[in-house]
């Protein structure tokens, strides 16, 4: 934070020197003689009670009589907030990087599962046959959209002012914030109070909140894959690793179940940056304390939890064979579409098809036969269609056609 802060002054002075307000010498100067070290800052807030006073006190002990050229026209605000920016685009540079790297596997496991059939679900309940690649690449494209929208929020909140105490450039001008961002390769915001506007600041931990409740959706559909009724994947488990302190033979979704928990962090801290946007006049310091917490946190939590997210993913133990047999423990009951549609086609009305493929279904719930023999007890069914037919019907296989049209839309499958 502090070489940030310094990074900003000094950037001030050296446009100063720019437009022939000071010598380059004594920038020079300042530039080779400041020093400081948190402990020294640390020491003097105590005294003082303002970090930014504070940090100027042990520069200016060090820099000599030139250091009244340093923060000249400027309020701490000014190099505050134009340093934040600075501190968030170093840490959405590792945000970014993360999600580059999800993505890779994720591309890679949609893949690897193009061909892999698996039970979909509704409600949690079983629905149709589908593909596991396609969890994958679902996810995929999620964080496509959250790498478009990294990059349209940094375009709204790397943004700095130099506009003084109340934003109206008392004793600095626009033109010496415009070199200064420039040089420190940030946007001028257009407008600003004492500070620039906290909505921005929201829209990035609402950003980042949003990321991790994609990254606990997939932890959620891991838990739920794991466990015992379901047995499909498993996330990683070490060969030392222990699952209970009782049960020897507990294998729970750990990293999974952390992922959730912190992801509810995540909302919490964007919600509290949503408090932050309404301030008094032309500002307050109540979102101050805050964000000293929250942004570092926020940054930290979604860095880990990606990180942890990479590491299931990419060791993930998948079942393909527990699959298929969860495919047929319903005993047919899959091809409860297939039957209503090809009754329709033979000319019944959709709500006699419903209701008759509907009984079917629960009379199975009943027996310990299939749904094919459930189906040819019904005689009007089976007038309908016969058991060729039926069994034909009975066989439902995922569309591998169109799950790859939908991975080569996604460019994830090529041609």
Not at 231 to 252: L, T
Not at 321 to 327: G, I, S, T, Y
Not at 387 to 401: A, K, M, N, T
Request: include cysteine; charged fraction near 25%.
């Amino acid at each position: 934070r502090y070489a940030a802060w310094w990074q900003v002054e000094l950037a001030v002075l050296e446009a100063r020197v720019q437009r022939g307000e000071i010598p380059a010498d004594i920038c020079d100067q300042i530039r080779d003689s400041a020093r400081f070290t948190v402990a020294e800052i640390h020491d003097v807030e105590a005294d003082v009670q303002h970090d930014v006073i504070a940090f100027l006190t042990v520069i200016a002990k060090n820099v000599g009589p030139n250091s009244r050229h340093i923060h000249a026209g400027l309020t701490s605000s000014d190099v505050v907030d134009t340093a934040f920016a600075l501190q968030i685009r170093d840490a959405s540079k590792l945000l970014l990087d993360d999600i580059a790297a999800l993505r890779v596997i994720l591309v890679r496991r949609a893949l690897e599962f193009r061909r892999t059939p698996v039970v979909g679900r509704t409600h949690g309940m079983h629905a149709e046959p589908t593909v596991f690649g396609l969890k994958f690449a679902l996810w995929e494209d999620e964080f496509n959209r959250h790498e478009k929208r990294f990059y349209q929020v940094l375009e709204r909140i790397l943004a700095g002012k130099l506009s003084g105490a109340v934003g109206n450039y008392g004793h600095t001008d626009p033109e010496l914030e415009e070199m200064v961002m420039e040089r420190l390769g940030l946007t001028t915001a257009p407008i600003s109070s004492q500070i620039v506007g906290r909505e921005r600041h929201a829209e990035f931990l609402s950003l980042l909140a949003l990321i991790g409740a994609t990254v606990e959706k997939i932890a959620t559909e891991i838990r739920h894959l794991q466990r015992t009724e379901v047995g499909e994947a498993y996330e990683p488990f070490g060969k030392k690793q222990k699952g209970s302190s009782a049960m020897p033979h507990k294998r729970n979704p750990i990293l999974c179940e952390r992922l959730c928990g912190m992801a509810r962090l995540l909302r919490g801290y964007a919600a509290t940056g949503l408090e932050n946007v309404a301030l008094w006049h032309e500002r307050d310091i109540s979102h101050s304390s805050t964000e000293r917490v929250i942004f570092p946190d926020a940054c930290l939590a979604l860095d880990y939890m990606l990180h942890i997210l990479i590491r299931v993913l990419d060791g993930l133990d998948v079942c393909p064979e527990r699959m298929l047999k969860n495919l047929e423990s319903t005993r047919g009951l899959l091809a409860s579409e297939q039957v209503l549609l090809a009754l329709t086609d033979a000319g019944w009305t959709r709500e006699k098809a419903y209701t008759h493929v509907q009984q079917a279904a629960k009379n199975l719930l009943e027996t310990n036969g299939t749904f094919l023999d459930i189906l040819l007890k019904d005689t009007e069914i089976a007038s309908a269609l016969s058991r060729e037919r039926l069994v034909q019907l009975i066989h439902v296989e995922p569309r591998y056609d169109t799950a790859d049209k939908i991975l080569h839309r996604l460019g994830i499958l090529d041609d």
